[in-house]
């Protein structure tokens, strides 16, 4: 009798045991989101483009961003601002962007102030006064000189771009 009361307890023991294991919550995972990488990045007519190079001039009242890869396709925004905010682009505005794919035979430029129906905007999000640098997005209607064919940038990127200010500093850019 008493060794059957002693199964008992320990048969008790293990069920509660087993029963507290099992609910036991499993541990978290930690997911490290994946870091933007840096410089300018788009999506131009529906090819993923990222720029080797990235490099902004800020003046008196705007910057000028200018971006670059190995492939002979260059990208500059004329911003009409020096901080934070949204800048529409298209012809009537004073924010502007081009941009030159020297790729093809021959040069293929496409420009936003070629028309007033096609919005865009460039869009600061950050202004990094110590690092000098910025961040941003935007999305771009542009149109060749011919006004046949719209190119489209979506998904764009700035981050982390360097820049140096003519008015205030003595500095030069540094990759």
């Given at each position: 009798?008493?060794?059957?009361?002693?199964?008992?307890f320990?048969?008790f023991?293990?069920?509660?045991?087993?029963?507290?294991?099992?609910?036991?919550?499993?541990?978290?995972?930690?997911?490290?989101?994946?870091?933007?990488?840096?410089g300018?990045?788009?999506?131009?007519?529906?090819?993923?483009?990222?720029?080797?190079?990235?490099?902004?001039?800020?003046?008196?009242?705007y910057?000028?961003?200018?971006?670059?890869?190995?492939?002979?396709k260059?990208?500059?925004?004329?911003?009409?601002?020096?901080?934070?905010?949204?800048?529409?682009?298209?012809?009537?505005?004073?924010?502007?962007?081009?941009?030159?794919?020297?790729s093809?035979?021959?040069?293929?430029?496409?420009?936003?102030?070629?028309?007033?129906?096609?919005?865009?905007?460039?869009?600061?999000t950050?202004?990094?006064?110590?690092?000098?640098?910025?961040?941003?997005?935007?999305s771009?209607?542009?149109?060749?000189?011919?006004?046949?064919?719209?190119?489209?940038?979506?998904?764009?990127?700035?981050?982390?771009?360097?820049?140096?200010?003519?008015?205030?500093?003595?500095?030069?850019i540094?990759?």
């Amino acid at each position: 009798m008493f060794l059957l009361t002693r199964l008992k307890f320990v048969g008790f023991f293990v069920l509660l045991i087993g029963g507290l294991v099992a609910c036991e919550k499993p541990a978290e995972e930690t997911v490290t989101p994946t870091p933007e990488p840096l410089g300018v990045s788009a999506r131009i007519g529906n090819v993923d483009w990222k720029a080797g190079m990235a490099y902004a001039v800020e003046d008196t009242g705007y910057m000028v961003l200018t971006a670059y890869d190995d492939n002979g396709k260059k990208l500059t925004m004329t911003i009409a601002g020096v901080g934070k905010g949204k800048f529409i682009v298209n012809a009537s505005t004073a924010s502007r962007v081009a941009y030159v794919d020297s790729s093809y035979k021959g040069i293929k430029t496409y420009h936003s102030e070629v028309s007033d129906t096609l919005l865009g905007f460039i869009e600061i999000t950050a202004v990094d006064r110590v690092k000098k640098t910025f961040s941003g997005k935007f999305s771009l209607f542009l149109e060749d000189a011919d006004l046949k064919n719209i190119l489209i940038l979506e998904n764009g990127l700035i981050n982390q771009v360097p820049f140096v200010n003519l008015a205030m500093d003595d500095s030069t850019i540094v990759y």
